[in-house]
């Protein structure tokens, strides 16, 4: 739950003031904690909203370290209850809020922190317990769509217009500890939920799934983008790949362009591209969907197979190498500079290609068919 809503709740209850960090009020908040002494100001998780009284306190430069301290291991904000041990909040407490959009609050004495405390954890409980209604429901979506259909109700009843759009995205990981996984989720869920309306963040395995509600191809896009960002601020964290399935009306979809999006994961990874989007796959989009994947695997081999057997025995590129050219409209040249090759080089190989797919010359209408059974072979992991 973010600060700002709890800040709004708790005005609406308490006496409680606002005096620094307004832009830090859009941090979610985790749990709330009582601290009175600078050691334990070391001990938080982050993203916690601590009270303090100072009653363990010595003078106003005990409040600037604890705020400093506070700041530093990345707490949500700071409740100052006002009374004998704090006689009023010092300013220099409030311009180091003010300069790092640290989030200072202020309380008078008179209130029972026990029923502040009880009302808080009530907001955080409620919330808790309608993201996990909401991500189980959306993992039944994804995982047991011919299940009791259960989560369709579950859905509505957290505000879902079941009948909109839901589009997937899947960002695997690297081989990391659950406590990693689990810390990249929950900091995925608090950055992409400021950008996107009702997004769903889970982790499943090696993978955090991210699903969109009412959204475009734009969006799509840009959570990618995001979720790229965000890698690039984690020294530690790298994804090893991401891709987005369709963006389908209906939650009875869901499933489906998961699947989508999971095989577009495999295609990326053989391709060694990192981001793959389904809305800029062309003619992929129909065999990522397509129902029969035998009928596919046939095709395939039956246009490509001598070509990827003589490949696997001769570890050859000959696959790559005709992939290119049909995709650059034939062009040699074009051909040899995206694959770091002498033209010659290619001249050469095509015309071992030719003569493996027993074909004098490529066709326009060979162009559309080996692509066709190229994209077919990629999606399938034939190649």
């Known amino acids: 739950m973010r600060l700002i809503e709890i800040y709004h709740k708790l005005k609406d209850q308490f006496p409680v003031r606002l005096l620094t960090g307004s832009a830090g009020t859009l941090k979610r908040v985790r749990w709330i904690h009582m601290i009175e002494d600078l050691e334990a100001a070391g001990f938080i998780n982050g993203n916690e909203l601590i009270f ?53 609050m202020e309380m008078p ?30 993992k039944d979506a994804v995982f047991y769509p011919g299940g009791s259909k259960g989560y369709r109700e579950e859905l509505k009843r957290y505000g879902y217009d079941t009948e909109k759009s839901f589009c997937p995205v899947i960002a ?56 790229k960002e965000y890698e690039n601020s984690r020294e530690l964290l790298q994804i090893e790949g991401m891709a987005s399935g369709p963006n389908r009306e209906g939650i009875e979809h869901l499933s489906q362009s998961y699947q989508a999006a999971e095989r577009l994961l495999g295609l990326g990874k053989r391709r060694q591209q990192k981001v793959l989007l389904y809305d800029d796959m062309g003619v992929y989009q129909m065999l990522l969907t397509h129902p029969d994947k035998e009928t596919l695997k046939i095709y395939a081999e039956h246009m490509l197979g001598a070509l990827m057997e003589y490949d696997a025995r001769h570890k050859t590129d000959y696959m790559r190498i005709l992939r290119y050219y049909l995709e650059t409209d034939g062009s040699v040249q074009e051909t040899a500079r995206v694959l770091n090759y002498h033209r010659n080089t290619i001249n050469h190989r ?34």
Not at 357 to 370: F, N, P, Q, V, Y
């Open 52 to 104: 303090t009284t100072g009653i363990a306190g010595r003078g106003e430069s005990w409040l600037l370290k604890l705020v400093q301290r506070l700041h530093e291991n990345h707490a949500g904000g700071l409740v100052v209850n006002t009374g004998p041990h704090i006689r009023e909040i010092p300013e220099a407490v409030k311009k180091y809020g003010e300069e790092h959009d640290f989030v200072l």
């Open 109 to 138: 004495w008179d209130v029972h922190l026990v029923d502040v405390f009880k009302y808080i954890s009530g907001l955080l409980l409620d919330q808790e317990k309608r993201r996990a209604g909401i991500v189980s429901a959306m």
């Open 172 to 227: 695997e990981l690297p081989e990391i500890s659950e406590k990693d996984r689990e810390e990249t989720a929950d900091y995925l869920e608090d950055m992409l939920s400021f950008y996107f309306r009702k997004i769903t963040v889970f982790k499943f395995n090696q993978y955090i799934i991210m699903v969109l509600y009412d959204s475009g191809q734009e969006e799509t896009a840009d959570c990618c983008q995001k979720v």
């Open 350 to 383: 095509m015309q071992n290609i030719r003569q493996i797919l027993g074909k004098e010359k490529i066709s326009g209408r060979d162009k559309a068919e080996l692509l066709l059974a190229i994209a077919a072979a990629e999606t399938e992991g034939l190649c």
